[in-house]
């Protein structure tokens, strides 16, 4: 029994030795793969810069960098009314919805007499950012329309370059 139980012993600290080793090991891994994160963005300037977007490695593993676009629009109404009358000179109006603060089935009558009305808008952010991504030529087989210096103030996109571990 004695030697049973040295055996247990003996494997249980084995087990737990190799435990701590890993989670050691564990916490080293994860800060590594914290600074390339933070690294990220000079990373992935410089594989764009050697025309790279992705790397692959022997073990199969490989690092890809991906664009991705953010847009933004300042909630103010002056910023929205910039945006929203933009949007309708670029042929965007279809990203302008309309909330009414009295029942829409007056609009009509209320403009047609001349009676002003209290509308509020909303701009759809998410078809904004794909429209804008396409209009600046963004998207794949998309002409290039538009410069990002051409968007209005309250009018916010963004490129940003994600770097992902494989």
Request: contains cysteine; glycine residues 8%; charged residues 30%.
């Amino acid at each position: 029994m004695d030697s049973a139980l040295k055996m247990l012993m003996d494997e249980g600290h084995e087990l737990v030795s190799r435990r701590k080793a890993l989670e050691k090991e564990q916490e080293h891994l994860d800060a590594r793969f914290k600074m390339l994160e933070r690294d990220e963005g000079s990373f992935a300037t410089a594989l764009g810069d050697m025309g790279l977007s992705s790397l692959s490695f022997n073990d199969g593993s490989s690092l890809l960098v991906k664009e991705e676009y953010h847009c933004s629009i300042n909630k103010n109404l002056s910023d929205k009314a910039v945006v929203a009358e933009w949007l309708e000179q670029h042929g965007g109006e279809d990203f302008i919805e309309e909330v009414m603060e009295v029942d829409p089935k007056y609009k009509g009558l209320l403009q047609e007499n001349g009676i002003k009305y209290a509308g509020v808008f909303n701009l759809n952010t998410i078809k904004v950012k794909s429209w804008l991504t396409e209009k600046l030529g963004l998207k794949p087989g998309s002409m290039q329309e538009l410069e990002l210096t051409d968007l209005p103030k309250g009018l916010h996109f963004h490129i940003t370059q994600k770097l992902t571990v494989k």
